[in-house]
Structure formats: structure tokens, C-alpha cells
């Protein structure tokens, strides 16, 4: 209320954190992880995308703003499944630094994520606020799902606000990590260098040939040559899509323009929903190799 604001007393000095030290402290965590390719990295990343991947732009719910995702019913949504293991390796760094709040140390921990794993800088904004009651939850079914087609992947991110050049440039981010039978469903890597951010989910996507895997599991493919590379079905929207496939191509062929790309999206998937005056600081982080 007015009169709460009033009374905040202006010789409390606002505390300032130390950004580029928290940055480096989740750098420092990143590869404690002797399963998956040993490294937090992709896991860290899709927490801070499915933080902020429940925004819509209509009723202006959902978003990071709140990390409502430490609480049921939100944290049991079938697509956090899995996602608790980051939720829990990243409580180290907030026991070091209480005044960040979860929903700036989840967002942060994707941008740390991105750089560390040799991915563009990504401009960065604190000052998400939690919510305390799991009633700010959001509801289920926000996210894409992946055993979906082109209509439904276009309709999720439209919901959010992003245009296909960036979603096309969003789902580029499965360069990274792999899918696990346990949590999603699905099974395995979408490239070879899954702990490193490169255009190789756009120049596989494109370049192999991509056949159902025969499994009793969900229905996904796998690269006829290798047998080890994965696609979802709404991986392959993206080449089903013409105007969705003319960006992979665009993609596999330059990466730099994937990269500028993806990190203007990744930068607006973090603010969706996080009230600003547009005075705010915003911060660009050195990757811990060039300390
Ligand atoms: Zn993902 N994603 N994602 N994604 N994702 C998984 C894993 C990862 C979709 C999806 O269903 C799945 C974006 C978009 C979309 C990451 C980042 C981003 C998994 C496997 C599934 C099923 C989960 C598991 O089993 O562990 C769908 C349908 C998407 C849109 C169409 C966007 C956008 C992302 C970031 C910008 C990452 C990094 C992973 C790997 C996680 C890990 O643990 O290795």
C-alpha cells in the first residue's frame, strides 16, 4: 500500500549483489555432475526456460517473475519432471547469497549455462521478485509438448509473444543435453556435443535422415546412420513448417546469425513478465575463462 511504501526507511541502503560473483559461483557448480555428459549445464538451462516458458501475453501471467515452480502443484507438472535435481544443486549458491531471489538465480543460472557452455552473451536484468504462496502458480499445460506437431508449437510461443524466426532460434538450445526415459519419456542426445552451444541441432536436424526409433517408448525418431541422435516430434514441426524450416536452414548455414539470434530470444523469454520501469541496469557477464 502507499502508506507500507512510505514507511521504508531511504538510510536503508538497497543491498547491491555482486552479479559477476554469483555468476561464477554457479560456474563453480556447473560441472559437479558425474552423470549425464558431467555437466549442469542443460539442466540449469531448461529450469530457467521452463520458469519463464509459462508466460502469456494476454492475462500477463506466468513468466519468472515468482519461481512459483518450487511449489506443488507447479513443481509436479509433467514437464518439470527431473528438474528438481537443478532446483536443489543450485540451493548451494542461495545459501551464499540470500538476498537473490530464486526467480533471478534460476534465470541467472540459464545465462551462466549459455556462456559457460561457449554460447553468446546474454544481456541480463535482476530485480524478479518470489511470490511466497503456491496459489501464483501457473497452471499446467503452458509448456510444448513434445509429442506435437507445427499448429501447436507455433500456438505455444505465439502465447508468449515470440514470432517463428525466434522460436525456431529458441529450440536451437536442444544442441544441448539429452532426453531422459525417467523424466520425459524420451531417450537421448540431439547432437554430439551436447555440453557445448553450437547450430548442430539445426545441421543435424537437416542433414540426417531421421526414421522412427522402434521402442515401446513415445513416439520419436532417430538418425538412420548412427542409431545415437534423437528428434522429438516437435523438432521435426520444424522442418514440417516452411516457415519455420526456411530459419533451420538459415541456422545450420550461420552461426553466428543463430547466435545474435537466440540471445535476443533468450533474453525476452527472461523478461516475460517481470514488471520494469525501463531504467534498469543491464548486466553483461564475463564467461569464468576470460576472469
Ligand atoms: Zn527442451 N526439452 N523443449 N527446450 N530442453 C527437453 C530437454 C531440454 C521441448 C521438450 O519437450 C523437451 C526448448 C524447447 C522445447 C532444453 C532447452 C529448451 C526434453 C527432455 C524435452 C522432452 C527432458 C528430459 O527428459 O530430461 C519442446 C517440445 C520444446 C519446444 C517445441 C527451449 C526453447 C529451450 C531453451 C531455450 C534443454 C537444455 C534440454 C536438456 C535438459 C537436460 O537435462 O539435458
Request: net charge negative; hydrophobic share 35%.
Amino acid at each position: 500500500s502507499a502508506a507500507n511504501s512510505s514507511e521504508v526507511s531511504p538510510t536503508i541502503a538497497k543491498e547491491t549483489l555482486d552479479y559477476q560473483k554469483i555468476y561464477n559461483q554457479i560456474a563453480d557448480i556447473l560441472e559437479d555432475n558425474d552423470w549425464d555428459d558431467g555437466s549442469n549445464g542443460p539442466i540449469f538451462l531448461r529450469l530457467a526456460w521452463h520458469a519463464a516458458g509459462t508466460y502469456d501475453k494476454e492475462s500477463k501471467t506466468g513468466g519468472s517473475n515468482g519461481a512459483t515452480m518450487r511449489f506443488a502443484p507447479e513443481s509436479d507438472h509433467g514437464a518439470n519432471a527431473g528438474l528438481k535435481h537443478a532446483r536443489d544443486k543450485l540451493e548451494s549458491v542461495k545459501q551464499k547469497n540470500p538476498a537473490i531471489s530464486y526467480s533471478d538465480l534460476w534465470s541467472l543460472a540459464g545465462v551462466v549455462a549459455i556462456q559457460e557452455m561457449g554460447g553468446p552473451t546474454i544481456p541480463w536484468i535482476p530485480g524478479r521478485k518470489d511470490a511466497d504462496v503456491a496459489t501464483a502458480c501457473s497452471p499446467d499445460g503452458r509448456l510444448p509438448d513434445a509429442s506435437q506437431g507445427p499448429s501447436h508449437v507455433r500456438d505455444i510461443f505465439y502465447r508468449m509473444g515470440f514470432d517463428d524466426r525466434e522460436i525456431v532460434a529458441l529450440v536451437g538450445a536442444h544442441a544441448l543435453g539429452r532426453c531422459h526415459t525417467d523424466r520425459s519419456g524420451y531417450h537421448g542426445p540431439w547432437t554430439f556435443s551436447p555440453t557445448t552451444f553450437t547450430n548442430s541441432f539445426f545441421k543435424e536436424l537437416l542433414d540426417r535422415k531421421w526414421v522412427d526409433k522402434k521402442w515401446k517408448g513415445p513416439k520419436q525418431f532417430v538418425d538412420k546412420e548412427s542409431g545415437d541422435l534423437m528428434m522429438l516430434p516437435a523438432d521435426m514441426a520444424l522442418l514440417q513448417d516452411k516457415n519455420f524450416k526456411v530459419w533451420v536452414e538459415k541456422y545450420a548455414k550461420d552461426e553466428e546469425l543463430f547466435c545474435k539470434d537466440f540471445a535476443a530470444a533468450f533474453h525476452k523469454l527472461e523478461e516475460l513478465g517481470v514488471p520494469r520501469s525501463g531504467n534498469e541496469k543491464v548486466y553483461h557477464f564475463k564467461p569464468t575463462g576470460e576472469n
